[in-house]
Antibody
Framework: EVQLLESGGALVQPGGSLRVSCAGS????????MNWVRQAPGKGLEWVST???????YYTDSVQGRFIISRDTSKNTVYLQMNNLRAEDTAVYYC????????????WGQGTLVTVSS | DIQMTQSPSSLSASVGDRVTITCRAS??????LAWFQQKPGKAPKSLIY???NLQSGVSSRFSGSGSGTDFNFTITSLHPEDFATYYC?????????FGPGTKVDIK
């Protein structure tokens, strides 16, 4: 059974940093794209970042230069390092896996809440 | 960047109704279009990939169609558990983008 478990969400002050993690099981990590998608309170879904099976990384414009996606294949874990956090980064952060080439086999984690506030 | 729109933004329907949601991309995305369902307080769930393919384990009452810029998502007979918000997403090019969502609630 595929499972994705996010962790690391917390209350952080503006300008601070935080790393959230997503541990996967039940699949071979390097065969899939791993995504981070966020949802601000009461708002819709927003794609944040993707790491491809080959390790290529992609970001939405609003986090480019502040967030870094990475993975540890030995731990089947993907990370999102978030720096210089802003109030508008407050959201539930979901990780999701998918077949990179056709979008099949798509699974979501349960999400982790990041709150940026003083 | 590709912008996604959905219509309607919300709709009210009854159990057993046929429901159709439209998604439009600001430029052609071929068939790189997915549909997701989200219930309040829950993680999204993937329903459709490649515009018309059901994810494994998803009920056949859900279907998708379209290509290029215009797409439809249909629930042939609404079940009580289908009341939720539905999102489309393009994966043709980065940055990936979601539509704003369509909330389906009980009439």
């Amino acid at each position: 059974e595929v499972q994705l478990l996010e962790s690391g969400g917390a209350l952080v002050q503006p300008g601070g940093s935080l790393r959230v993690s997503c541990a996967g099981s039940g699949f071979t990590f390097t065969n899939y794209a791993m995504n981070w998608v966020r949802q601000a309170p009461g708002k819709g879904l927003e794609w944040v970042s993707t790491i491809s099976p080959s390790g290529g990384t992609y970001y939405t414009d609003s986090v480019q230069g502040r967030f870094i996606i990475s993975r540890d294949t030995s731990k089947n874990t993907v990370y999102l390092q978030m720096n210089n956090l802003r109030a508008e980064d407050t959201a539930v952060y979901y990780c999701a896996k998918q077949n990179y080439y056709d979008g099949s086999d798509y699974h979501w984690g349960q999400g982790t809440l990041v709150t940026v506030s003083s | 960047d590709i912008q996604m729109t959905q219509s309607p933004s919300s709709l009210s329907a009854s159990v057993g109704d046929r429901v159709t949601i439209t998604c439009r991309a600001s430029q052609a995305v071929s068939n790189h279009l997915a549909w997701f369902q989200q219930k309040p307080g829950k993680a999204p769930k993937s329903l459709i990939y490649g515009a018309s393919n059901l994810q494994s384990g998803v009920s056949s009452r859900f279907s998708g169609s379209g290509s290029g810029t215009d797409f439809n998502f249909t629930i042939t007979s609404l079940h009580p558990e289908d009341f939720a918000t539905y999102y489309c997403q393009q994966s043709k090019s980065y940055p990936l983008s979601f539509g704003p969502g369509t909330k389906v609630d009980i009439k």
